[in-house]
Nanobody, 125 residues
């Protein structure tokens, strides 16, 4: 089970980025995928999650509602985090992860077992 997050970069406030979480070694459609972020000096925070395709439910933390959306493209074995109207406080390393349980809905943060490497998002003018 391998996950790889990509798409980070430097963007001005108000700008947009789309992060990708590509899976290898397993069919991502059957698993819940979460997005987390960790800003310098802060604890890791859960940002978003999309349940397995059987369920399809999504979760967004309140601070990103209305700005971020999470989606999956099963044909590409990839989950996306579309981030619009980015703010400096969104600056962080973003990670994707899964609990590795087929057919799961979004699990509690402590149950994620498999993590991709992070991708850095910097929002600054």
């Amino acid at each position: 089970v391998q996950l790889q997050a990509s798409g980070g970069g430097l963007v001005q406030p108000g700008g947009s980025l789309r992060l990708s979480c590509a899976a290898s070694g397993f069919n991502l459609r059957y698993y819940a995928i979460g997005w987390f972020r960790q800003a310098p000096g802060k604890q890791r925070e859960g940002v978003s999650c999309v349940s397995s395709s059987d369920d399809g439910s999504t979760y967004l933390v309140d601070s990103v509602k209305g700005r971020f959306t999470v989606s999956r493209d099963n044909d590409k074995n990839t989950v996306y985090l579309q981030m619009n109207n980015l703010k400096p406080e969104d600056t962080a390393v973003y990670y994707c992860a899964t609990d590795g349980v087929a057919g799961s809905t979004c699990p509690p943060p402590g149950q994620y077992r498999y993590w991709g490497q992070g991708t850095l998002v910097t929002v600054s003018s």
